[in-house]
């Protein structure tokens, strides 16, 4: 039921743009994302509810395609600030309301 | 800050023996998750109490166990430990039973077991 995260790392510089990509074999509720800094506690960024909903949080937005039970997140002109773990969460359908992480994008913005 | 309080941050123990992570949620909060995390993994969700009473149960082992108080603050047990067992275990909170809203992590309870 963990949702599938992808890429696992990527590597970009200041300004630049990303996509992490989310996706679950279940019908989703709800999909969530929170950044992790080293050594910190992972950080609530936003929650998608609805199909085709799109979030936004300062640069960064998500989308949530409940059709295909996907998730994007989508970091604009990325800054040193956006460095990080990512982890998208999913709520399934029908189930028991427990948060289900993937196991996270690295994110690191070069200068 | 999220408001969210774990004691002990550090523990350091040996296997086979027994610890109690503790969570103190966010004011106002009714509803307490328990995570782990293993070493470069992600956040395996263990189990949710909701007003004293269980919500929801992930992969806890039965050597786990936790509950909440009639405080609200909530203990994870953790007993016959192993060197697997070795990670971080962070506590959230939020307002409802629901996970419609934003989790509330702490800073977490690192275990070494050895």
């Known amino acids: 039921q963990q949702p599938v995260q992808s890429p696992q790392a990527v590597i970009l510089r200041e300004g630049e743009d990303a996509v992490i990509n989310c996706s679950s074999s279940k019908a989703l509720y709800s999909v969530h994302w929170y950044r992790q800094k080293h050594g910190e506690a992972p950080v609530f960024l936003m929650i998608l509810l609805k199909g085709g909903e799109q979030m936004r949080h300062e640069k960064i937005s998500a989308s949530f395609n409940e059709k295909k039970q996907q998730s994007s997140l989508y970091l604009t002109a990325s800054q040193l600030s956006y460095s990080g773990t990512y982890f998208c969460?999913?709520?399934?359908?029908?189930?028991?309301?427990?948060?289900?992480f993937g196991s996270g994008t690295q994110l690191t913005v070069l200068p | 800050d999220s408001g969210v309080t774990q004691t002990p941050k550090h523990l350091i123990t040996a296997t086979g023996q027994r610890v109690t992570l503790r969570c103190s949620p966010r004011s106002g909060d009714l509803s307490v998750y328990w995570y782990q995390q293993s070493l470069d993994q992600g956040l395996q969700f263990l189990i949710q109490y909701y007003n004293g009473e269980e919500r929801a149960k992930g992969n806890i082992l039965e050597r786990f166990s936790a509950q909440q108080f009639p405080d609200l603050h909530s203990e994870l047990n953790l007993s016959s430990l192993e060197l697997g067992d070795s990670a971080l275990y962070f506590c959230?909170?939020?307002?409802?039973?629901?996970?419609?809203?934003?989790?509330?992590f702490g800073e977490g309870s690192r275990l070494t077991v050895l």
């Open positions: 969460g999913t709520e399934i359908r029908n189930s028991a309301r427990q948060l289900t």
């Open positions: 959230a909170s939020s307002v409802s039973g629901a996970v419609t809203g934003e989790l509330f």
